[in-house]
């Protein structure tokens, strides 16, 4: 019904000429067949008294340019129309709205047509800088546990259960627990001793290093075993006492893929 002004500029007859190369019917008039698809990007007589009767949606010409050349990126595949989303829209009837949303995620990238790198950008600088994360790991581990669905049994999730509390020396950081020692790189027992808490913390172990955490399950002892003793007269105190084990429980649990009998670590 107009011209086009974006992503080319084509005159009324330009655009007649590109639809039936490509296989397309024209019609003068918006009566003229059913399911016919009106092109307009400018607010003329004709396009206003459409609007103004609200029975129809009005595409701009844009979608013509995105049908044609996702074609030419799907050479060998099946030649289909692109489904409308509202980027394409001059103007939307009421009863279109939700449908032409289904087409799209939440901003505006379409799931049917390859999206171009200034398309892309403008969708990237829509985004917001942050999201919020409202996924809460252990309501979703407790969910699938009461549906069946339990994953105890793969190994990534071995310790998902466990409570362990580090001892002395060593802390917890944002990407896992480092040793705390004054030196500039770690002894090898050391090393050994982090890596098996970071193993442990892969597979799903909660790591603290408040031992009046209530909540804890096991006891991980490196090397060092000069404060195991206030450590267990500490927890026989409680109702409910943590194994004390070596890492190397965590070690051997993990390379058999089962958790083994902490009797069999026990620091001495």
């Not at 024209?26 to 103004?52: C, M, N, W």
Request: hydrophobic share 35%; net charge negative; charged share 30%.
């Amino acid at each position: 019904m107009t011209e086009s002004l974006k992503p080319a500029k084509k005159s009324k007859a330009e655009l007649e000429q590109l639809i039936k190369a490509n296989g397309g019917k024209i019609y003068q008039t918006h009566d003229a067949a059913p399911g016919t698809i009106f092109i307009a990007e400018k607010r003329t007589v004709k396009v206003a008294s459409l609007q103004k009767a609200g029975k129809v949606d009005i595409v701009r010409p844009l979608w013509l340019f995105d049908c044609i050349q996702q074609g030419e990126r799907d050479i060998g595949r099946s030649r289909l129309l692109l489904p409308l989303d509202p980027g394409h829209m001059f103007y939307i009837t009421e009863e279109s709205k939700a449908s032409l949303n289904d087409n799209v995620d939440e901003f505006a990238d379409s799931y049917a047509r390859d999206t171009g790198v200034e398309e892309l950008k403008q969708i990237l600088a829509g985004m917001p800088r942050k999201f919020e994360n409202h996924f809460e790991p252990s309501a979703f581990m407790k969910e699938l546990e009461e549906h069946g669905n339990d994953l105890g049994d793969l190994s990534g999730w071995m310790f998902k259960s466990l409570v362990l509390y580090i001892g002395r020396g060593y802390q917890i950081k944002p990407n896992g627990v480092t040793g705390g020692s004054l030196r500039e790189s770690l002894s090898p027992e050391d090393l050994e001793f982090t890596l098996a808490c970071n193993t442990a913390r892969f597979a799903g172990a909660q790591v603290v290093t408040d031992l009046a955490n209530e909540r804890i399950t096991h006891v991980i002892v490196g090397e060092d075993k000069s404060g195991l003793k206030p450590i267990r007269e500490t927890l026989s105190r409680r109702a409910r006492i943590p194994r004390v084990v070596a890492y190397q429980w965590i070690e051997q649990s993990w390379a058999e893929q089962t958790l083994l009998d902490e009797e069999r670590f026990a620091p001495l």
